[in-house]
């Protein structure tokens, strides 16, 4: 493993002084990156790297990798072309279409293809799985601090970016592998502080119950989106949530406060027939921005990726992007005003989801959760994670959510349980072979992958999909 490690380094090493080379040569950089927490933080990354060095850059959301996509960049005025978090499964694609410019692809996915012109970085190359081991924020810091060490300082970005992939969900919800390297960059240079502690979104700025609410993963049944719920819980285990007249946040509580919450939450679970151990997920690393002030969503690593997820998927990129470079005062209202909106979306689809059930269609090996009339393209993502998590469908089972995009096509978004990944399941490369096969495209990782397909072909992709993913699901659940 050392071995890969210090071969992708200088790989790394390879990307970094081309793209010094090319901006020495005056070109124009075209930055093309995926819209969720990671893609974000990659572009906020690169772009700050660029232009500490003098690059012009102009920056372009990429929702996928397609016929049109390509087109528009071998058209586009820039001589060379930085794709962060996306590209990876599209090689053969992107060598036939974008031949004229300079092409860098900084990403993690799955890969498909074979780069020959394209300086394309990615761990999987070496052996190293970008799903647990390095995001492609990560992937794009470490292009960046090889261009300079000056550019050290967004460590704590890449950290943001990786758990918003959620590449801390393992045992200790703690990121590992090339993440961990990052890590240490940031602590040492006294940028990032690392605790152990109860992991909710708003632990140092909602109001405890507030926070326990918004708790989405894990999901909580009974208690994610549910604050009376919530409220009722903390009272049976005498823990006041104000003092005085002021709200107490997680950070209040004591110890001992901080343990009781935990013994109700397992006794809560318990008590409605789901399983207790779920709240030993909320036990994990947490990653405290210093430089942030204190109280603000941009301090915890967590509630920052949340941020820059919401106003990607809410289409808002650019305000996303605003906070990766820097911005705070109105920007950062702003992006707490469309993490709301993109709460309350979530909550509808869940609540609407679970009152009816007719949209739940089961097959022997997954459950397809058909969004085509309700759920926005851009959420399917998020409220399949949401659902995976809570317990709603057993671990055998795969879960995909649907939805129709303005084109008419299908876009669906699958996740698997790690127990099914560790008996095979590989949803990205699953879901990149089939979608080519039926005219669409696909990708991701093992665990967590999504497709687009045309609509005249979805029955038989899902079918397809079923029948591919039964054969590892069978033996588990006869």
Known sequence: MVISHNLFMSKIRDAAEEITSTISHNSHFLVGYHFDADGLAAASIITKALHRIGATIHLKVVKQIDLETLENFQRATSDAIVLVDIGSGYLDLINELVKSKRMFVLDHHQMNGVADEIMHVNPHLFGIDGGKELSGAGVAYLVAKAMSEENIDLSPLAIVGSVGDMQDKNDRRELRGLNSIILRDAVEAGLLKVDTDIVIYGRETRPIHKALSHTVNP?????????????????????????????????????????????????????????????????????????????????????????????????????????????RGATLEEASRVLSEHRKALADYISFINSNRKVVESFKSMVVIHGEDFINENLTGAVSSMLSSSETFPDWCAVVVSAKTKTGDIKISARASEELTRRGVNLGSILQNLARKYGGFGGGHDVAAGAQIPNSKWKDFIEELDCELSGFSEKWNP
Request: aromatic share 6%; net charge negative; proline share 4%.
């Open 219 to 327: 999901f909580l049944p009974g208690l994610s989106g549910e604050e009376d719920n919530c409220l009722a819980l903390l009272a049976s285990a005498s823990i006041p949530v104000k003092t005085g007249d002021r709200w107490r946040t997680l950070m209040d509580l004591t110890k001992d406060e901080k343990q009781r919450m935990l013994s109700a939450i397992v006794d809560y679970l318990t008590s409605k027939g789901f399983e207790g151990s779920t709240a030993i997920n909320l036990i994990g690393n947490v990653y405290i921005l210093l430089k942030e002030e204190l109280w603000t969503p941009t301090r915890d690593a967590r509630e920052y990726a949340t941020l820059l997820n919401a106003c990607g998927r809410m289409g808002r990129p650019s305000l996303a992007i605003a906070l990766g470079l820097g911005e």
